[in-house]
């Protein structure tokens, strides 16, 4: 079974910087796509961005310039940097995980817990 658990999120000021983690436990899987979303309140979640196991990246226009996703798959982590934050970046992050148990051909998304980020003007 395969876990992922988050850290980084917090309280910062406009125009500050965080750096979310994400470490994926657990054992008998390959990590296939990991990445960010988000939910800020009474909105959907959506993508933030995302990382191949062969590095390619995706992201949101709305961060595209200011974050930047990147993973250790030595440590099966992904990071996401943030930088220049706005108050519209608040939200919970989830990390979300695509994973192939050893043995099969399933494909299954894992997601974190979510961690806030808020965002003060």
């Known amino acids: 079974q395969v876990r992922l658990v988050e850290s980084g999120g917090g309280l910062v000021q406009a125009g500050g910087s965080l750096r979310l983690s994400c470490a994926a436990s657990?054992?008998?899987?390959?990590?296939?796509?990991m990445g960010w979303y988000r939910q800020a309140p009474g909105e959907q979640r959506e993508l933030v961005a995302v990382?191949?196991?062969?590095?390619?990246?995706n992201y949101a226009d709305s961060v595209k310039g200011r974050f930047a996703i990147s993973r250790d798959n030595n440590k099966n982590t992904v990071y996401l940097q943030m930088n220049s934050l706005k108050p519209e970046d608040t939200a919970v992050y989830y990390c979300?995980?695509?994973?192939?148990?050893?043995?099969?051909?399933?494909?299954?998304?894992?997601w974190g817990q979510g961690t806030l980020v808020t965002v003060s003007s």
């Open positions: 979300i995980a695509g994973v192939i148990p050893r043995g099969t051909f399933r494909y299954i998304e894992v």
């Open positions: 657990g054992s008998g899987f390959s990590l296939e796509v």
């Open positions: 990382t191949g196991s062969g590095g390619s990246t």
